[in-house]
Structures are given as C-alpha cells and as structure tokens.
C-alpha cells in the first residue's frame, strides 16, 4: 500500500491505496464520490470521465497513483458552490438530456471539457468529441441538445 | 488484476534504472496497458509509470522535422503539430478525446498494435525512434505482430518525423474500437512516395511497394487502379474477412493519394 494525496473538487484528500487501484475506484471506495459511475470497466464507455488537470480522462483507465498531485475534478465539483446545479448540468435537466441516468456524469464531464476547448462547437463537433461516451438509452439527440443549450447559456 | 508494485521515478535516468529490473514493464499512458492487465494478457512484477515525466513531453519543429518526445499525448500532437498537418490529423483521430489525453506515441509505437495509427505514420515518414540506447529507423522498428526490435528494459525518448512534400493519411475506422480496421498512410519526398498500410496484415503495419513505384512515376490515386493486394495473410476476424481487407487496402490508398 502506499499514500495518494490528490486535489478533489477542491480538497486536498489522501488514502491509501494499491498500485492496481483504479482511480474511478479511488473516488469512488476511498472518497464516496460515487457520481463518478463505472461502466464498462474498459475505457469504451466513458460513464468514468473525469478531469485531470482539466484535461477529460476515463478513471478507470489510469491508477490512483498517477494522479499524486493532480487537481481532479468529478461530477459533484460540476456544482456552484451554493449546491445549486452548474450550467452544464442544468442543461441536461432542461433538455431532457439523460433517461436512465447512467452516462450522464461521464456525458457531464466530458461536455464540460469539451466547452472548455471550444465555447462555441457545432453539432458535428459535438457529436465526435462523444465518440467515447455511450449512451445506452440512446438518447443522443437531447444530449447533443444539452450541449448546445449549456454553450448559449454560458 | 493481478498485484503488482507501481512506481513512480523522477527522472528519466530513474525510470530507466528502475526498467532495468527482471519483470518491470513501462507504464506511460496506459490507454492499451491498463485494459491488456484487466483481461491479464499481461502479469508484469514491476510497472514504471513514465507518462508524468517532464522530459519526455513536448513537441518541437525545426528545419523539416517534427520532434515528438516519447511521452507526449495524441490530444497535444494533434493540438500543436503545425508543419505535418497528416500527421497532427492522425494523432486527432486516434481513439476518443478522453484516451488521447492520456495515450502516448511512445507507448504506440513501442506496443505495434497491429491496428494502430501512429506505425503507419512512423514507417511512412521514414521516421527515427530514439531510445535511452540508440537512434532505430522505423523502417528497422516494427517486426510483426506487437513486436519490435526493442530490447528489454529500452525505452523510447523521441521520434523525429522528416516533413514531407505531401501527405495523408485515410483511416476505415471500425466503429466500436476506434482502431483502423485499415489505415494507409502515403507520404511523399520529392520522387519518393512510401506507403504504409496498418490494420490490415497479421503480420502487422507493412509498406506496399508495388504502389510506391506505381506512384514514383504517377502521383495519382488512377497509378494503382491495375493492382491488386494479395489477400494471403492479411488479418480476418468478425469485422472482416482477408479479401475485404485486401480490398480496403487499395481503395483507401487510391482516397489518400487523392487527398494529398
């Protein structure tokens, strides 16, 4: 076992944790951030993303401990800071932008990384940059709807 | 996943002392490692994390080269590459935008995924791969399916990409993976027109030299119009039988050599 000190959301946390742990693990059984789901467990489905220094990572695809010192950013930091709901999360709500809900924190974060790059995408742009977030219930369209309200309204 | 000790060196020399170890394995972006341990294709004792290291970041291009160290990311290969447009459009296709966060060249090329991008680039381009030992022309580097002709413990540092006169590279994607099902990559210096094909063979990324001298002496996807790629070894699985490959192979060299 060894420590892992991280930024979460803001917080400095630490645990202790195995080379193979995982870091969606991690947030997850350490941290009991369990917004942060976990799909498919092979980096295909994308119900894991994260940010790592800002940059969108599937956490189930990385160790625990190649974060030390990272700024990790999950689905509960996609918040204000008065607990009400962030621009891309309040989109999703309007649009109807997830039926069962089991993508949607990936769908969020990956989202929120994508109008980090680019303010303004267009529906294509949209569309690629989710090649990695599947969407089970096929609820693509409001999804992508999401998207382009959460870029108005920003 | 089986146990292991993960370890996280400073430095380059570190990582390389630590690689040195019976059974230690490097670990950069992990987009293809990770996944290889939870199927437990691989059991390494050792992984040496690299992906963080300072040194083996960064892009840099001067007088007709591309320098990509080991360990930078297909998101700022395909963000900052200005001079090799075919190539940064290669690194932007790679995967999804969270894996290309995270996956590396260094760990591309060192893997030779048979379906993998970047090796159709590195042997189109003629590229040079610089380890902690050597400097290995790509056209020595790849020896079949998920083999080079690294040793053990060697460790990739940067991969130098002469720019070429022209160049593009057309991927079939196979939609669930996002790996080539065939990609050809077609770069040309002055009379000199390589062609390199991934995806396609079991025998892993390989140049096909009845249309590079096709295309030596007419640079036009009509060149290869009378060829035709022997279907014998080439890869078939539920996406694909040998000839369907085979045939791939021909149509995306002549949309390459179009776009170009």
Same mark, same amino acid.
């Given at each position: 076992?060894?420590?892992?000190?991280?930024?979460?959301?803001?917080?400095?946390?630490?645990?202790?944790?195995?080379?193979?742990?995982?870091?969606?693990?991690?947030?997850?059984?350490?941290?009991?951030?369990?917004?942060?789901?976990?799909?498919?467990?092979?980096?295909?489905?994308?119900?894991?993303?994260?940010?790592?220094?800002?940059?969108?990572?599937?956490?189930?695809?990385?160790? !625990? @401990?190649?974060? #030390?010192?990272?700024?990790? $950013?999950?689905? %509960?930091?996609?918040?204000?800071?008065? +607990?009400?709901?962030?621009?891309?999360?309040?989109?999703?709500?309007?649009?109807?932008?997830?039926?069962?809900?089991?993508?949607?924190?990936?769908?969020?974060?990956?989202?929120? !990384? @994508?109008?980090? #790059?680019?303010?303004?995408? $267009?529906?294509? %742009?949209?569309?690629?940059?989710?090649? +990695?977030?599947?969407?089970?219930?096929?609820?693509?369209?409001?999804?992508?709807?999401?998207?382009?309200?959460?870029?108005?309204?920003? | 996943?089986?146990?292991?000790?993960?370890?996280?060196?400073?430095?380059?020399?570190?990582?390389?002392?630590?690689?040195?170890?019976?059974?230690?394995?490097?670990?950069?972006?992990?987009?293809?490692?990770?996944?290889?341990?939870?199927?437990?294709?691989?059991?390494?004792?050792?992984?040496?994390?690299?992906?963080?290291?300072?040194?083996?970041?960064?892009?840099?291009?001067?007088?007709?080269?591309?320098?990509?160290?080991?360990?930078?990311?297909?998101?700022?290969?395909?963000?900052?590459?200005?001079?090799?447009?075919?190539?940064?459009?290669?690194?932007?296709?790679?995967?999804?935008?969270?894996?290309?966060?995270?996956?590396?060249?260094?760990?591309?090329?060192?893997?030779?995924?048979p379906s993998?991008?970047?090796?159709a680039?590195?042997?189109?381009?003629?590229?040079?791969?610089?380890?902690?030992?050597?400097?290995?022309?790509?056209?020595?580097?790849?020896?079949?399916?998920?083999?080079?002709?690294?040793?053990?413990?060697?460790?990739?540092?940067?991969?130098?990409?002469?720019?070429?006169?022209?160049?593009?590279?057309q991927k079939f994607d196979q939609?669930?993976?996002?790996?080539a099902l065939v990609g050809v990559?077609v770069?040309?210096?002055?009379?000199?027109?390589?062609v390199a094909v991934t995806g396609a063979s079991e025998?892993?990324?390989f140049?096909w030299?009845e249309a590079?001298?096709a295309?030596?002496?007419?640079?036009?996807s009509s060149a290869i119009d009378g060829l035709e790629v022997d279907s014998e070894g080439m890869i078939e699985d539920i996406h694909g039988s040998k000839s369907y490959r085979a045939s791939l192979v021909k149509v995306m060299t002549k949309r390459a050599v179009a776009?170009?």
């Amino acid at each position: 076992m060894a420590t892992v000190t991280m930024t979460v959301n803001g917080k400095s946390v630490s645990g202790e944790v195995e080379g193979r742990t995982l870091l969606s693990d991690f947030v997850r059984n350490n941290l009991n951030l369990t917004g942060t789901h976990i799909g498919c467990d092979t980096s295909q489905c994308g119900a894991c993303v994260v940010h790592v220094n800002s940059k969108a990572v599937k956490s189930c695809t990385m160790f !625990a @401990l190649e974060a #030390e010192g990272s700024s990790v $950013t999950t689905i %509960e930091g996609m918040a204000n800071p008065d +607990g009400s709901l962030g621009t891309v999360q309040q989109a999703f709500q309007d649009n109807h932008g997830l039926q069962c809900g089991f993508c949607t924190p990936g769908m969020v974060m990956s989202a929120a !990384a @994508l109008l980090e #790059e680019n303010p303004n995408p $267009t529906e294509t %742009e949209i569309r690629e940059y989710l090649e +990695g977030n599947i969407c089970r219930c096929t609820g693509y369209h409001n999804i992508v709807k999401s998207i382009q309200a959460a870029a108005a309204a920003a | 996943m089986y146990d292991f000790a993960l370890q996280r060196p400073q430095s380059l020399n570190e990582a390389i002392e630590a690689l040195s170890a019976e059974g230690a394995q490097a670990l950069a972006g992990g987009q293809t490692l990770i996944p290889t341990l939870k199927n437990r294709l691989a059991s390494p004792d050792v992984l040496v994390s690299i992906g963080g290291l300072s040194e083996l970041q960064g892009v840099s291009e001067t007088d007709g080269t591309v320098s990509i160290k080991a360990g930078t990311t297909h998101g700022v290969v395909a963000a900052t590459v200005e001079s090799y447009p075919a190539l940064a459009s290669l690194a932007g296709n790679i995967g999804d935008p969270a894996v290309r966060n995270r996956g590396t060249i260094g760990g591309s090329l060192a893997n030779n995924d048979p379906s993998a991008c970047y090796p159709a680039a590195a042997l189109a381009s003629n590229a040079s791969i610089t380890t902690n030992k050597r400097t290995i022309s790509a056209s020595d580097f790849f020896a079949g399916l998920f083999e080079t002709t690294l040793d053990e413990g060697e460790l990739i540092t940067q991969v130098d990409f002469p720019v070429p006169d022209a160049a593009n590279y057309q991927k079939f994607d196979q939609p669930a993976s996002r790996f080539a099902l065939v990609g050809v990559f077609v770069a040309k210096y002055g009379n000199d027109v390589r062609v390199a094909v991934t995806g396609a063979s079991e025998d892993g990324v390989f140049r096909w030299s009845e249309a590079e001298s096709a295309l030596a002496g007419n640079f036009s996807s009509s060149a290869i119009d009378g060829l035709e790629v022997d279907s014998e070894g080439m890869i078939e699985d539920i996406h694909g039988s040998k000839s369907y490959r085979a045939s791939l192979v021909k149509v995306m060299t002549k949309r390459a050599v179009a776009a170009c």
